[in-house]
């Protein structure tokens, strides 16, 4: 906190007129404001080829920022002392000259004093490396831990396979060195993705148990109940296991199976989730049910197709759903299958994790422990985020009738409305220096591993994926399971 409190600061957002900017950055960047987590000379300088003075800039902003932290008549002075903070230079993302006049801004507004920079690349990916090369250029990255820092943040997709990844990560290195360089995974920012450590580590219940001996199946679940609203020029090229699977869901499961670290810090929290990845056996085709979403009727409306969607080719194969089945390959978790499903266009909207514990032996209620149902776990990430345990209890009367029932941990209920959005808490670890929840070169590599085989195979054979209609569970899985 003390680096945060005493340094000034600059956040330079590259492709500033973008969604992301409007929607995740800026609020997140106004709630640390609110909350008085920012420096004392902090400031926020846009940057994008769109023409804008800065009151659009800022009016672009304002209508994006929440009163969540300073409800009632102040919100409105933060939100002006908030805007006086933020300018706007347009310019071209492959020129040093574009960088060197935000500099130049920079030091008109800011004073001689050199700021801390973090320089957030809220841009299409193909498009990184030029603005690395233009931001080094203009020499305005300093080398090393020393002071005053400057940062790089990136979001996925960080390539479409191994070699393409490898190629990104070793062109940003000739800019920023690793330490510098935040790769955001921003599920890993959300509360009950970060709880799960707490929830195994600082519990003495559940690591006895968080093995192969008593879980028989994780689940790992992510479905949307919205087609591709309108981005078919970035989901037809990437699709369903590059967008949310290969990242996402990969590093759930990686946070799930993975060691107690020695410590609780960036490098061995890190070191322990590449040993899971590492132990992962690379996916073949037979481990993945692949679907595509077809036009259907859907609560009362007509639900267009993925191949009619906007933009997508009449013979797209680009996969809107996909199931695999993987194992890791340690004492801990050998046989155990983790189920991944993820799909557009699905009956509802969802994201949680699932273990499935194994049945009761030798059950005394005379039921038979098939007749059970077995204990789960559900930890869900959204909506409603929570963690449920499912026990098996007498219902109350005088036979002795076994049900299922929930233990629950509503966090609406149990923490009201203080959840931060994930983007706040991962600002912060940049702003701070801290990179245990940011996905290091290494862990990145063995992530494409598992998945870059099966993926080039898919495409070498145009391999179709199985329709299903929109609004539905998805395609049978059962071959998988
Ligand atoms: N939006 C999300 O919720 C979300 C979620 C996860 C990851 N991401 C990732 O975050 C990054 C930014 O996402 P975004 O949704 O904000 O992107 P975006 O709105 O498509 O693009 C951001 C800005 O980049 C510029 N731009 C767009 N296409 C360009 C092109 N072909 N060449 C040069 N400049 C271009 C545009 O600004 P100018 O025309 O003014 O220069 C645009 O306002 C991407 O890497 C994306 O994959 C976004």
Redesign the pocket.
């Known amino acids: 906190m003390s680096e945060v409190g005493r340094d000034p600061l600059d956040f330079i957002v590259i492709?500033a007129?973008?969604?992301?900017?409007r929607?995740?950055i800026y609020p997140a960047l106004f709630s640390l404001y609110c909350q008085g987590l920012l420096p004392e000379r902090f400031s926020v300088y846009g940057l994008?080829?769109?023409a804008m003075d800065n009151d659009q800039f800022r009016e672009r902003i304002s209508s994006a920022l929440t009163c969540r932290y300073v409800p009632g008549h102040s919100c409105g002075d933060y939100i002006r002392k908030f805007l006086d903070r933020c300018h706007y230079l347009s310019g071209a993302?492959d020129s040093a000259d574009s960088f060197l006049s935000l500099f130049q801004l920079m030091r008109e507004e800011g004073g001689p004093q050199l700021p801390n920079m973090v320089f957030y690349?809220?841009?299409?990916?193909?498009?990184f490396v030029d603005v690395a090369r233009s931001i080094g250029n203009a020499g305005l990255v300093r080398c090393g831990g020393g002071d005053p820092w400057s940062r790089v943040v990136?979001?996925?997709?960080f390539g479409r396979d191994r070699q393409s990844s490898d190629h990104l990560t070793h062109e940003l290195a000739n800019v920023f060195t690793e330490e510098q360089t935040y790769r955001i995974d921003?599920y890993l920012g959300k509360e009950v993705i970060q709880n799960l450590m707490v929830l195994r580590f600082a519990n003495l219940v559940f690591e006895p148990i968080w093995n192969r001996k008593y879980i028989e199946r994780v689940w790992v679940d992510w479905r949307e109940n919205i087609g591709i609203e309108g981005r078919a020029g970035?989901f037809d090229n990437y699709g369903i296991i590059r967008d949310v699977v290969q990242n996402h869901l990969l590093q759930i499961v990686a946070m799930i199976a993975m060691e107690r670290p020695k410590i609780s810090d960036a490098r061995h929290i890190r070191d322990e989730k590449v040993k899971v990845l590492k132990s992962i056996n690379f996916v073949s085709k037979a481990d993945v049910v692949l679907g595509q979403y077809t036009a259907s009727k859907w609560k009362d409306k007509q639900r267009i197709g993925y191949k009619e969607e906007d933009g997508v080719p009449a013979d797209s194969i680009t996969p809107t759903f996909a199931a695999t089945r993987l194992y890791v390959d340690n004492e801990r978790w050998k046989g155990v299958p983790f189920i991944i499903r993820a799909g557009k266009g699905m009956n509802r909207r969802e994201n949680e994790v699932r273990l499935q514990f194994r049945d009761v032996e030798d059950n005394i209620f005379g039921m038979g422990a098939r007749h059970l149902p077995s204990n789960e776990l559900v930890i869900r990430i959204q909506p409603d985020e929570g963690v449920f345990l499912s026990i098996v209890s007498k219902q109350p009367g005088l036979d002795v009738v076994l049900e299922k029932t929930d233990l629950n941990l509503r966090y609406q209920l149990a923490f009201g409305a203080s959840i931060p959005d994930a983007y706040e808490c991962l600002l912060m670890d940049v702003i701070e220096g801290d990179k245990s929840l940011f996905i290091r070169s290494d862990e990145l590599e063995a992530a494409w591993d598992i998945f870059t085989p099966v993926l080039q195979r898919f495409s070498e054979e145009r391999v179709m994926p199985a329709e299903y209609e929109f609004g539905s569970l998805g395609p049978a899985i059962d071959r998988i399971l």
């Open positions: 492709g007129s973008g969604d992301l900017a929607r995740k994008a080829r769109s993302y690349l809220a841009i299409p990916p193909a498009i990136i979001e996925k997709p921003h970035y």
